[in-house]
C-alpha cells in the first residue's frame, strides 16, 4: 500500500444559481492577458446543453482520455506513442476556436466619437484576434438558462445518447423541459490522460498534493494534452505557444487558502479537503473492465484516514502529520465516502478525476410541487425519484457512465435529509424508518444537513497548512536588495515588480508577512466585525 495525498473538491448543484461569480473572478486572476481571452479554467454550464468547448464530451470525435485495449489494459485514446509520433507537428484533433468561440470587444470609441446625426451609433462586435468586425454565434455560455436550447438542446451528446435508447424522450418544450447549471474546473485526475500524452514532460501531477500543473519552462506547445484530456480543460495560449490549465489555485492551497472560485462562490456550494489514497490501485481502477463499476472501484482506491493500519503507512510515505489531520477532518471526504452522496463526473474516461458532484434534487422537487403535491414529503420524494426518468437517466449519464442505481440512491439520501430535518425543524418526531430506508441513521441524516446546509467556512474548506514553514522560509529569504532585478550594474535601484511578485523588488517597501496574511484572512472570514484596535494592530 502506497499512501499518498490529494486536494480535492465536491461541488452540491442544488446550490448553484448560475450566477457565473466562479468564472469571472478566475477569469480576472488567471486568464486575463492575451491569447488567454477564449480560455475559461472555471466555466458554468446550463444543461441540458453542449457545453465548453462545444460537445466536448464526444470522444469519438475528440479521442480524450483512456480505453481498454484487446488485452485488457489501458492505452490513450488519442493513440499510442507512434501515432502521436506521427501527428506531432500536426495534431488534427484539437477543437477550433469555433468550437470554443472567437473573443471579441465592441467598438466603444464610435458610441464617442460619432458625429451629430439623426441615426443612433453603435458599437459594433470586434474580434480580439483580428481586430475586424464580427458576426456573435458562440460564447462560453450561449446556452445559459436554456437560452439555446430549442435550436442546439439536440446536440448535447448525453441527450443525443438518450434519445438513441428511448426515441423522443427529450424534448425541449419550455413547458417539458429541466435544467440544472453544472460548474467545471480542471479534473485534476488521479490517472491523468493529458500527463501520459505530454512529449516533453512539461505536464506532472505534484506528488505533495496531486495538482497537476504545466511546467512553462518544459512546454513546448505540442498540443498532444489538449486532445488527451477528456474534460478539454487544458488550452493553448497562441501568444506564448505554451499550455496552460487550472492550477487549483495553488499559491493559495499552499497557504491554506481556498481556490478563488471557491472563495467567491455565491452559493456555498463548493467544498475543498484532503483525500487519501492507495497510489498502488490507481491503475487496476482505471482498468476496470465494465465502465458502470469504475465508480466503486474509484470508491475503494480511496482511505480511511481514521484507520491507524493507514495512518502507520501514511506516516512512513512521508504524508505530514497536518495532512492527516486534515484527512480525518475533510468535508470531501465525508460527502464522498462516508455518505456517499459526491460523484465523478464522466467516470467512464477512466482518469479517475477527483472533482465530485451532488447531483441536484430540485428538478423533482418543482416537479412535485408543480402537480399540487408536497414537494417535501419523503412518500412523495421517493415515487418521483424513480418515475421522473429523463432527470434521472439524464444524471446518470453524467456521472454514473449511465448506471441509475448510485443517482438514485444519491437523490433518496438527499430527499431523506429533507423530510427528516423538516420534521425536526417544525418540531415533530422524525420517522426512523425514513434513514433506515437509505441507510442512514438519525445522527447521520443531521451530520450530513449540517455539511450541507449549515457548515461554516472552516468546515467547508479544511486545507493543510503544512506548507506554511516553507512559505516562510523563501518569504525570509527574498531580502530586498539581493534580488538580481532590484540593482542594474550602476548600482541604481528601481521601483519595478521583483520575482516574487509586485512590489517584492523594492527596498524601501516592507515585505509583508505571513502572520498579516493569515490575520487579514482571519478578519475576512470572522462572523463579526473586527474592533478598531484588532485593525490597527494588525497594520
Given at each position: 500500500?502506497?499512501?499518498?495525498?490529494?486536494?480535492?473538491?465536491?461541488?452540491?448543484?442544488?446550490?448553484?444559481?448560475?450566477?457565473?461569480?466562479?468564472?469571472v473572478t478566475c477569469k480576472e486572476a488567471w486568464t486575463n492577458r492575451e491569447g488567454m481571452e477564449y480560455v475559461w479554467f472555471n466555466n458554468v454550464e446550463t444543461r441540458p446543453g453542449q457545453g465548453y468547448p462545444r460537445r466536448y464530451e464526444d470522444q469519438g470525435k475528440w479521442r480524450g482520455g483512456w480505453e481498454l485495449n484487446r488485452r485488457g489494459k489501458l492505452d490513450l485514446r488519442s493513440g499510442g506513442r507512434f501515432r502521436r509520433l506521427a501527428s506531432l507537428f500536426s495534431n488534427p484533433v484539437l477543437p477550433g476556436i469555433k468550437d470554443y468561440y472567437e473573443p471579441w470587444t465592441y467598438d466603444y470609441k464610435n458610441l464617442t466619437d460619432a458625429p451629430l446625426g439623426d441615426d443612433y451609433p453603435v458599437a459594433e462586435p470586434r474580434s480580439l484576434l483580428t481586430g475586424k468586425p464580427m458576426k456573435i454565434e458562440w460564447s462560453s455560455n450561449w446556452d445559459d438558462d436554456l437560452g439555446g436550447a430549442p435550436e442546439a438542446g439536440h446536440l448535447d451528446p448525453m441527450v443525443q445518447r438518450m434519445r438513441e435508447q428511448a426515441?423522443?424522450?427529450?424534448?425541449?418544450?419550455?413547458?417539458?423541459?429541466?435544467?440544472?447549471?453544472?460548474?467545471?474546473?480542471?479534473?485534476?485526475?488521479?490517472?491523468?490522460?493529458?500527463?501520459?500524452?505530454?512529449?516533453?514532460?512539461?505536464?506532472?501531477?505534484r506528488s505533495e498534493d496531486g495538482i497537476v500543473l504545466v511546467d512553462q519552462d518544459h512546454c513546448r506547445g505540442w498540443r498532444q494534452c489538449v486532445t488527451a484530456c477528456p474534460y478539454k480543460k487544458v488550452y493553448f495560449n497562441h501568444r506564448s505557444g505554451k499550455a496552460e490549465k487550472c492550477t487549483l489555485c495553488y499559491p493559495r492551497i499552499e497557504v491554506g487558502l481556498p481556490t478563488v472560485c471557491s472563495e467567491t462562490c455565491v452559493g456555498r456550494l463548493r467544498y475543498l479537503g484532503v483525500l487519501l489514497y492507495d497510489a498502488d490501485k490507481v491503475a487496476e481502477a482505471a482498468a476496470t473492465p465494465n465502465e458502470q463499476d469504475l465508480y466503486e472501484a474509484q470508491l475503494r482506491v480511496f482511505l480511511d484516514p481514521s484507520d491507524p493500519g493507514v495512518v502507520r503507512a501514511a506516516e512512513a510515505a512521508g504524508v505530514p502529520h497536518d495532512w492527516l489531520e486534515a484527512a480525518r477532518r475533510s468535508p470531501v471526504f465525508s460527502l464522498v465516502k462516508r455518505h456517499r452522496i459526491a460523484l465523478p463526473l464522466h467516470p467512464e474516461y477512466r482518469t479517475l478525476p477527483m472533482v465530485w458532484y451532488i447531483p441536484p434534487l430540485s428538478p423533482v422537487v418543482d416537479a412535485l410541487s408543480e402537480t399540487g403535491h408536497d414537494g417535501e414529503d419523503?412518500?412523495?420524494?421517493?415515487?418521483?425519484?424513480?418515475?421522473?426518468?429523463?432527470?434521472?437517466?439524464?444524471?446518470?449519464?453524467?456521472f454514473t457512465a449511465g448506471d441509475a442505481g448510485p443517482v438514485r440512491a444519491t437523490l433518496e439520501k438527499l430527499a431523506a435529509m429533507r423530510s427528516h430535518m423538516r420534521a425536526v425543524n417544525l418540531g415533530d418526531i422524525p420517522d426512523p424508518g425514513i434513514g433506515a430506508r437509505v441507510g442512514m441513521d438519525p445522527a447521520g441524516i443531521e451530520d450530513l444537513y449540517r455539511l450541507l446546509a449549515l457548515a461554516k467556512y472552516e468546515e467547508r474548506y479544511v486545507i493543510p497548512t503544512a506548507a506554511a514553514g516553507d512559505a516562510r522560509r523563501l518569504e525570509e529569504s527574498a531580502v530586498p536588495g539581493e534580488c538580481s532585478l532590484d540593482h542594474l550594474d550602476t548600482g541604481e535601484q528601481h521601483s519595478g515588480d521583483g520575482p516574487f511578485g509586485q512590489d517584492s523588488g523594492r527596498r524601501e517597501l516592507p515585505l509583508v508577512t505571513l502572520e498579516n496574511f493569515h490575520l487579514r484572512t482571519r478578519r475576512q472570514t470572522s462572523d463579526r466585525e473586527p474592533a478598531v484596535s484588532e485593525v490597527k494592530e494588525q497594520r
Open positions: 500500500m502506497k499512501v499518498m495525498a490529494q486536494v480535492a473538491m465536491v461541488m452540491n448543484l442544488d446550490k448553484c444559481i448560475g450566477c457565473h461569480t466562479c468564472s426515441s423522443e424522450k427529450v424534448t425541449f418544450a419550455f413547458e417539458q423541459s429541466f435544467m440544472f447549471y453544472l460548474p467545471r474546473i480542471c479534473e485534476h485526475c488521479l490517472n491523468p490522460s493529458c500527463v501520459a500524452s505530454c512529449p516533453s514532460g512539461a505536464m506532472y501531477k419523503v412518500g412523495n420524494l421517493f415515487g418521483a425519484i424513480d418515475t421522473l426518468r429523463i432527470p434521472l437517466d439524464y444524471l446518470a449519464g453524467l
